[in-house]
Nanobody
């Protein structure tokens, strides 16, 4: 299984970015895809997650209402649309896959596969 994250960059506060995570290597029915982020000197934290079949998306409180996560199963790609970005959103963003949908989606330990990360920098 491989995950390729892309779409990061530098944006001013209030701006938007869309991250992509392309998955390959097998079929992903029953999987959960998640996004985490890690700022310098901080632990990796949960951002959002959704099951491959859709129906419910979980968001961290800090991003709810600003970020939208969706999965295009035909393309095996997840998209994290990030609006109203703030400097505190600056971090390396990682996508990940979890093969057990009944696990804790917000716990990074639940995830089996990780992408390489993409840098998001929000200037004030």
């Amino acid at each position: 299984v491989q995950l390729q994250a892309s779409g990061g960059g530098l944006v001013q506060a209030g701006g938007s970015l869309r991250l992509s995570c392309a998955a390959s290597g097998r079929t992903f029915n029953g999987y959960v895809m998640g996004w985490f982020r890690q700022a310098p000197g901080k632990e990796r934290e949960f951002v959002a997650a959704d099951s491959w079949s859709g129906g419910y998306t979980d968001y961290a409180h800090s991003v709810r209402g600003r970020f939208t996560f969706s999965i295009d199963t035909a393309k095996n790609t997840g998209y994290l649309q990030m609006n109203s970005l703030q400097p505190e959103d600056t971090a390396v963003y990682y996508c990940a896959l979890n093969s057990y949908s009944d696990s804790d989606w917000a716990d990074r330990i639940s995830y089996d596969y990780w992408g390489q990360g993409t840098q998001v920098t929000v200037s004030s």
